[in-house]
């Protein structure tokens, strides 16, 4: 590459997926995503640059220039993509991260192969970065690079955010790598969070494990200063509730009721297959309130979307079975001839589809056991400028600290679970608009521009 960049993400993935057409050639399409969308004006009015894998194991590619953006595509070799991507991140770290809701793998093979991408990311990045530059290295499976990358560009301004919670320190301590990890993000100015819980944590274990002083929260480390913070992320508010106002999004919407039997109740949830995400424990709510009859059949029909997610990872084909097992037996119980209680769809559908469903959905389900923040509950709130439409919302999710209005609810309490969702059920639409209102009041001011601007402006001042 012969120019360098002045502001640089650094992320696993690429924001653009690669399609073939029918006659061979490749071309590359920006994946959809609020962090694209709030970092590509960033990126084209500073020359920016994006490091990421591009999707294709074992293949090199040359940096290329796509939507405005220079793109440098890093590769991973197919047992790289196992034990760093899989492996490492999505085994290790993923579910020590999210409170253990599954048994983290500890190998040592997985970690020197983190280790080793982790610095091809770092030496391609200070290879890529002009004198100076600002870098915004992304979550969880790039934890190493800053340090690296410090090492090597002691002139640069590091910024690191993760996207997922940052554990309390007791999980932390499990770890057999804690002690690199931890220096490992030590390496950027500015290390964000989503909740300040998270930097608390992260604060906490500095102090515990290597014994760092701090003041508020700025930690003190090799004569430097390392902020932690928390900078909540959000969606792209004003393009979601353009698209929700669509006259065919809105048709759109309408006759998805409609296929589906016009239910006074339509229940919805939207999540990656991820055992993080509650799905089973919203399912079994649901299906109790049928089988007590506090729920009628045919008075309501629950959508569960869940995209197919991370499917070589042992635990999440576990996690499919199970929850088509428990669909199976819902539907076997209460389904009559041309209705379903549980519509379960394992599938990814595009945006414009997504926003029907948002829009015609009365009832949004988001019960994750652990969730970083959860964009899905904002984008319900984006869509409903109709001010229709309740959210039932586990606390444990990052966005429960803004959502103030939701039903909330401990996903661990089935009981309560069921009374939240029996609740947002019977609500006036007077109660649901007030609630609604006042959670788009907050969406439309902490957007997802607004979250990057704050990352932003704080690590380079
Ligand atoms: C991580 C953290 C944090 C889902 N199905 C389809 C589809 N989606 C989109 C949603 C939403 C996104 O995927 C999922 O975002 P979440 O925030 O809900 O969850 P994670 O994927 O776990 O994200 C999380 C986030 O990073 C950002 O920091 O909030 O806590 O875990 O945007 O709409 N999009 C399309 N088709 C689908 O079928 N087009």
Not at 240 to 267: M, N, S, T, Y
Not at 358 to 366: E, G, K, P, Q
Not at 412 to 434: C, F, N, S, W
Request: negative net charge; glycine residues 8%; proline residues 6%.
């Amino acid at each position: 590459m012969g120019s360098r960049s002045s502001f640089l993400i650094v992320a696993n993935r690429l924001p653009v997926d690669r399609s073939i057409g029918p006659d061979g050639t490749a071309t590359w399409r920006r994946s959809p995503g609020g962090l694209v969308t709030a970092i590509a004006p960033v990126m084209q009015s500073r020359d920016g640059a994006w490091l990421g894998w591009h999707g294709a194991p074992g293949e090199e590619l040359e940096p290329f220039h796509d939507d405005g953006m220079n793109l440098i595509p890093i590769p991973l070799s197919e047992e790289e993509v196992q034990l760093y991507y899989e492996g490492f991140s999505n085994a290790t770290l993923w579910p020590l991260y999210h409170d253990v809701v599954a048994p983290p793998v500890f190998s040592r093979e997985m970690w020197e192969t983190y280790k080793a991408v982790n610095l091809r990311f770092a030496e391609a990045t200070a290879e890529a970065a002009a004198p100076g530059a600002v870098v915004w290295v992304q979550d969880y499976q790039l934890q190493l690079v800053p340090q690296m990358l410090r090492e090597r560009r002691p002139d640069l301004r590091i910024g690191f955010f993760l996207h997922i919670p940052f554990p309390p320190v007791e999980l932390f301590w499990r770890l057999p790598w804690r002690t690199e990890l931890v220096k490992g993000l030590l390496g950027a100015d500015l290390v964000g969070f989503q909740r300040p819980g998270g930097a608390s944590n992260f604060i906490r274990l500095c102090r515990r494990l290597l014994g760092l002083p701090y003041k508020g929260n700025e930690i003190f480390h090799d004569d430097r200063v390392v902020t932690a913070q928390s900078f909540p992320i959000s969606v792209d508010f004003g393009e979601l509730d353009k698209l929700a106002r669509d006259p065919q999004i809105v048709h759109r919407a309408k006759e998805i009721r409609f296929e589906l039997g016009d239910p006074e109740h339509l229940l919805l949830g939207v999540d990656r297959l991820d055992y993080t995400k509650g799905i089973g424990t919203r399912l079994e709510a649901f299906g109790e309130l049928l089988d007590e009859r506090q729920v009628e059949p045919g008075e309501a029909v629950f959508v569960q979307i869940a995209t197919p997610s991370r499917e070589r990872v042992e635990e999440y084909r576990r996690l499919r079975d199970d929850i088509e097992l428990q669909v199976g037996r819902i539907n076997g119980m209460h389904s009559m001839i041309g209705h379903q209680p549980i519509q379960y769809l394992h599938q990814a559908y595009d945006r414009h589809e997504l926003a029907a469903l948002y829009l015609a959905a009365d009832i949004m389900v988001v019960t994750p056991l652990r969730d970083g923040m959860n964009l899905v509950a904002k984008e319900y709130v984006s869509c409903h400028h109709d001010l229709r439409g309740a959210l039932v919302l586990s606390e444990f999710a990052g966005a429960a600290d803004e959502l103030r209005q939701a039903y909330l609810v401990n996903p661990y309490d089935v009981e309560g679970v069921k009374r939240q969702i029996l609740a947002a059920m019977r609500a006036t639409p007077h109660e649901v608009a007030r609630r609604m209102r006042a959670m788009r009041r907050r969406v439309s001011t902490y957007d997802v521009d607004r979250w990057a601007g704050e990352f932003l402006t704080a690590l380079e001042s």
